[in-house]
Nanobody, 122 residues
Framework: QVQLVESGGGLVQPGGSLRLSCAAS????????LDWYRQAPGKERELVAG???????NYADSVKGRFTISRDNAKNTVYLQMSSLKPEDTAVYYC????????????????WGQGTQVTVSS
């Protein structure tokens, strides 16, 4: 069983910074893509940033230049460094692991974390 656990959320003032972490645990052979999504109240879940096993990254236009995604493959962990936070960044942030290979299976899997709340408010 593969689990993703996010941490690092909280309350921060506008202009502040937070660093989110998401650690994958369980029987994992490899993870191709790790993404951060967010969902604000009354809105659809949206992709914030993604990173491949080869460290190629992509960002939503709304966070470019403010957020940085990175990963530690040895720890199966993905990070999201968020700076210059705005009230509109308030949301539950979820990590997702895509095209996950597990021992004993040729299938590819996708897993989601439970989410961590980020609130940007003065």
């Amino acid at each position: 069983q593969v689990q993703l656990v996010e941490s690092g959320g909280g309350l921060v003032q506008p202009g502040g910074s937070l660093r989110l972490s998401c650690a994958a645990s369980g029987s994992i052979f490899s993870i191709n893509v790790l993404d951060w999504y967010r969902q604000a109240p009354g809105k659809e879940r949206e992709l914030v940033a993604g990173i491949t096993a080869g460290d190629s990254t992509n960002y939503a236009d709304s966070v470019k230049g403010r957020f940085t995604i990175s990963r530690d493959n040895a720890k199966n962990t993905v990070y999201l460094q968020m700076s210059s936070l705005k009230p509109e960044d308030t949301a539950v942030y979820y990590c997702a692991a895509t095209n996950v290979r597990i021992p004993g299976s040729s299938d590819l899997y996708r897993y989601w974390g439970q989410g961590t709340q980020v609130t940007v408010s003065s």
